[in-house]
């Protein structure tokens, strides 16, 4: 009887095992045949290895089991970091060095499909940094020198360049480049030399030119002061000539007038008066008239 037992027992436990190991298999199955694709992805499903053209907004679907699965494919916005060092140059051939890049893409959803189908790791490899270095040189070499280290002038040429070839690579539509920040960049350190080099010359020409400046501004005051000094003595010397050009005047009109009243106070009467006062008793020795004239010194015995 114990034998009994104990072997009904045996066969009653394989069986409530084999019932649980099937339930397990069928809810497995179940769930299975069921697909959840989350906000922020696109589902492709994929039957037997082949992938299907269409794509699986997000969502709840059912599937084959086994035969057929889903593949979820990111569609946020997504933020690549490259930390390889880029070495570029100007259009003028400076070289310049970026690393420490982060590039910001989306994948188009409607393209999930295509891109499970033709890219290998795309999780990592969609945009990769051979892509992203051969598009930072390019859009460099479309910048000169004073530009190249903008980073406003540069990363949206990056932008354009970057989006140019991934175009190229994968087709119009398929990944959208949005933002490319670099957070490193300068030019090579014999550049930097150079440019030490100007700015100390360039400082040196500036502090010239002031003094220069200085010097003519001075110069000039000085000649304004000169040119001040020599017509104010002109003037002076002016003043002074009319001063003394008026005392000669004053003078010769006091001397003219002295002479008119001595002129118009001489009389016949006073002209003889004062040849007889000056008459010293001797007669003339010439005498004449009208332009003839007789000496009578031989007749007066002298």
Known sequence: MKTEKNTFSKKHSVTIGAI????????????STFTVVPSGFVGVRVTMGQVSDDVMNPGMYLHVP?????????TKQVDQIYSDTIWGESSEQTALYMSDITVTYKL????????????????????NVTLVSSALKAAARTLQTTQVTNRAMIEPAAVSSLQEA??????????????????????????????????????????????NKTAIEKAEADRQVAITNAH????????????????????????????????????DELVEYKKIEMWDGKLPIVQGASNSFVDISALLGK
């Open 166 to 211: 991934v175009n190229n690579k994968y087709g119009t539509g398929v990944v959208t480049i949005l933002y490319i920040n670099i957070n490193d960049m300068d030019f090579e350190e014999s550049y930097q030399n150079a440019i030490a080099e100007r700015q100390l010359s360039e400082q040196a020409y500036q502090r010239q030119v002031i003094e």
């Open 66 to 74: 086994f035969i057929e699965s889903v593949t979820r494919v990111m």
């Open 232 to 267: 104010a003595q002109a003037e002076a010397d002016r003043i002074a000539a009319e001063a003394q050009a008026e005392i000669v005047r004053i003078a010769a009109e006091a001397q003219a007038e002295a002479n008119r009243k001595l002129s118009e106070s001489i009389t």
């Open 20 to 31: 649980v190991v099937i339930a397990a298999v069928v809810i497995v199955t179940v769930l």
């Open 108 to 127: 188009n959803p409607d393209k999930a499909a295509y891109v499970v189908k033709n890219v290998a790791n795309y999780s990592e490899d969609l945009v």
